[in-house]
């Protein structure tokens, strides 16, 4: 069964970089597959971050894009998100998932992990 | 940008059908698959349809997917109705780039 566990600071100060890590277990990463990123702000609907093949290509939603790196350590068998210059309306559910291709549907998802931007 | 409408609340009663939608704002909504995501409060969203109407071990046959081309829009159904159907879903597809796009999301409340 695939498992992915998103860690990482749970506050954050403005124009800061907010930086997650998802774990996977269950499936090596170096096998395939792409992995993505989505968040939620509070009481809110969900957004799309970015996706990354096992390779390293890479795909982002266009109006994060200058600001949104997303990595993967095969060797730890983890990827990672780097967001850059966060504000206020960058507080959000952040949840790692598995799409089943390209553009597939998100088949596995992260418990998710509370994002807070303030000072 | 391609963007996916979803109304923004429905209710029905137990027992019965409802039916939510998600239509898009260009080109042909049957280019690429839709998918459908249940998310009960507190929790990561679960797909509940993918691929329009493919339904995923352990979902129930009472929900269904379909595609309306005339109409630009995609539905899930949900029959016989149930108290712990009540959740947000969010239908899901891709632009032209192959980018990933999410409906606002539709707040389903059965009383």
């Known amino acids: 069964q695939v498992q992915l566990q998103e860690s990482g600071p749970g506050l954050v100060k403005p124009s800061e970089t907010l930086s997650l890590t998802c774990a996977v277990s269950?499936?090596?990463?170096?096998?395939?597959?792409?992995w993505g990123w989505i968040r939620q702000p509070p009481g809110k609907g969900l957004e799309w971050i970015g996706s990354?093949?096992?390779?390293?290509?890479?795909y982002y939603n266009p109006s994060l894009k200058s600001r949104v790196t997303i990595s993967v350590d095969t060797s730890k068998n983890q990827f990672s998100l780097k967001l850059s210059s966060v504000t206020a309306a960058d507080t959000a559910v952040y949840y790692c998932?598995?799409?089943?291709?390209?553009?597939?549907?998100?088949?596995?998802w992260g418990q998710g992990t509370l994002v807070t931007v303030s000072s | 940008n391609f963007m996916l409408t979803q109304p923004h609340s429905v209710s029905e009663s137990p027992g019965k059908t409802v039916t939510i939608s998600c239509t898009g704002s260009?080109?042909?909504?049957?280019?690429?698959?839709v998918q459908w995501y249940q998310q009960r409060p507190g929790s990561a969203p679960t797909t509940v349809i993918y691929?329009?109407?493919?339904?995923p071990s352990g979902v129930p046959d009472r929900f269904s997917g379909s595609i309306d081309s005339s109409s630009n829009s995609a539905s899930l159904t949900i029959s016989g109705l149930k108290t712990e159907d009540e959740a947000d879903y969010y239908c899901?597809?891709?632009?032209?780039?192959?980018?990933?796009?999410f409906g606002g999301g539709t707040k389903l409340t059965v009383l």
């Open positions: 899901q597809s891709y632009d032209s780039s192959n980018l990933v796009v």
């Open positions: 269950g499936y090596s990463i170096s096998s395939g597959y792409y």
């Open positions: 691929e329009d109407n493919q339904r």
């Open positions: 990354i093949y096992h390779s390293g290509s890479t």
């Open positions: 998932a598995r799409p089943t291709t390209l553009v597939g549907y998100f088949d596995y």
């Open positions: 260009s080109g042909s909504i049957a280019s690429n698959y």
